[in-house]
């Protein structure tokens, strides 16, 4: 090996100073990770609160098909379920409609949930179901 190249050679002790993190790396890997571990502590509540809805709305389709439901009968029934679940929804983010072959349940409602300062994060729910006579 050349002269030349002994002077540019890295050594054991070179290696293991290069190794590791610097603070500000450390420190803009942590803002990152904060970041979206914030926005995840928000949102795990409203997704929570719309796999609820999704398991509510298949059990009433399941449980109501076929029984010769009334509107009155499916909004008892969701009541029910909404206070067991407690969950609150307002009386335009649901719609019950007669359908050709039935009932056609619908939720449509938007959560949101305050991120920084002025910056929320929202969630948009759209589900329907058809409840058959």
Not at 4 to 25: E, F, V
């Amino acid at each position: 090996m050349g002269p030349y190249r002994r002077r540019h050679r890295m050594t054991a002790s070179t290696r293991r100073a290069q190794a590791g993190m610097t603070a500000l790396g450390f420190l803009i890997l942590a803002a990152l990770v904060g970041v979206v571990g914030l926005a995840v502590l928000k949102v795990t509540p409203m997704y929570l609160k719309k796999m609820r809805m999704d398991s509510i709305l298949t059990d009433i389709e399941q449980e109501m098909s076929g029984q010769s439901p009334t509107p009155a009968s499916i909004r008892t029934a969701l009541e029910r379920r909404f206070s067991v679940e407690d969950i609150r929804l307002s009386a335009d983010e649901l719609k019950i409609t007669q359908s050709k072959n039935g009932f056609t349940l619908r939720v449509m409602y938007e959560a949101r949930a305050s991120y920084v300062a002025d910056i929320y994060l929202l969630i948009a729910y759209d589900k329907q179901v058809e409840i058959l006579r």
